[in-house]
């Protein structure tokens, strides 16, 4: 079965950096297109960042990101990155990893980032 695990999120001050990670496994891994999203409480999940499948050759920002976030895929390991700098205090929140297949789509349980002085 599809399973995503997400790693690395935590406490940073703000401007500081962390990588997040999404290791997949039960699927084909390099035929898919995968996601970051990130949700804070009473608000609706959100698309941070985008990479399609094979060599990752397209990404798509969302536009509060683009220049600070560098979402990245090995396919090798089955796992996509999201490489996140300079972060300010409304990154603040769960992020979650998606692929979509066909009509289904499936999350990873989520890593929490705070960004905090």
């Known amino acids: 079965q599809v399973q995503l695990v997400e790693s690395g999120g935590g406490l940073v001050q703000p401007g500081g950096s962390l990588r997040l990670s999404c290791a997949a496994s039960g699927f084909s891994f390099t035929l898919f297109g995968m996601s970051w999203y990130r949700q804070t409480p009473g608000k609706e999940r959100e698309l941070v960042a985008y990479?399609?499948?094979?060599?990752?050759?397209?990404?798509n920002y969302a536009d509060s990101v683009k220049g600070r976030f560098t979402i990245s895929r090995d396919n090798a390991k089955n796992t996509v990155y999201l490489q996140m700098s300079s972060l300010k205090l409304e990154d603040t929140a769960v992020y979650y990893c998606k692929v979509r297949q066909g009509v289904y789509a499936y999350w990873g349980q989520g890593t929490q980032v705070t960004v905090s002085s």
């Open positions: 990479i399609s499948g094979g060599t990752g050759i397209n990404t």
